[in-house]
């Protein structure tokens, strides 16, 4: 069973925030197991969660996916033995994001140039969406925050660490749109971009001017630039589209 977190666990937990919230939301009942696999690994694999911190509770789990505390034992066992988690005993024990998650394999899919269109088209019209929508609100001082330090973070983040920052930056322009709907479409098509990405190298460069290109989606959503915050997302995804054609076809 997962004991509650510490301080420092809760305070991590906090900035995930509504990607928390609607990535692990209730489950089919008729796929409850794996549903209840896949949403703790979009929360993992997205960086919702940080390598090393606690998941919540089994109990609030339960609740939160609805489902039995059977099934999200289960579900915590099958992560568990994938390398995903770790349980550890004693005050300060539970169930922890493993520090260093298993690497995806180069030859589990192949993806064909359909496949990579198929998921980059969806990203613009939800991504390039959330961006229009979240300028076009007035935020809220939390909301604002969460844009800045995610900015921040993906900016500092070592390489090894981008992709899952990216992700969360990517998550939280999508809570920041209003529709809580979107977040976990979002993610799932997400998921599908990481795998792809996870297939080609980072480059310095391209990392350089995709935090170009990040802070001047969050500063046109800060300003209320649904043009230029659409506009620019819209070239944000398709740079990436770029380098997947050019490494994967």
Request: glycine share 6%.
């Amino acid at each position: 069973m997962s004991a509650a977190p510490d301080a420092s666990d809760r305070a991590g937990s906090a900035e995930g925030g509504d990607a928390s919230d609607a990535l692990l939301r209730p489950v089919r009942p008729l796929n409850a197991f794996e549903d209840t696999v896949e949403r703790l690994l979009q929360t993992i694999r997205l960086g919702v969660l940080h390598p090393g911190e606690s998941l919540p509770p089994e109990r609030e789990l339960a609740v939160r996916l609805g489902v039995s505390r059977d099934t999200v034992r289960e579900a915590i066992k099958s992560l568990a033995d994938a390398g995903y988690l770790v349980s550890r005993r004693g005050r300060y024990g539970g169930t922890f994001l493993a520090d260093a998650l298993p690497a995806p394999s180069a030859e589990e899919v192949r993806f064909t140039r359909a496949d990579i269109d198929d998921a980059l088209r969806l990203r613009e019209v939800l991504e390039v969406g959330a961006a229009r929508l979240a300028a076009g609100r007035t935020l809220t001082a939390t909301e604002r925050d969460a844009l800045w330090n995610r900015l921040a973070d993906v900016r500092g983040s070592e390489t090894e660490a981008y992709r899952r920052l990216d992700s969360r930056l990517h998550l939280a322009i999508a809570e920041a749109a209003g529709v809580p709907s979107l977040v976990p479409l979002v993610a799932q098509n997400r998921m599908r971009l990481n795998e792809l990405l996870d297939r080609i190298p980072l480059l310095a460069r391209n990392i350089e001017h995709s935090d170009e290109q990040h802070e001047a989606i969050v500063m046109a959503i800060l300003a209320g630039d649904a043009d230029s915050a659409a506009q620019t997302m819209t070239a944000h995804v398709w740079a990436s589209a770029a380098l997947l054609h050019g490494f994967l076809d």
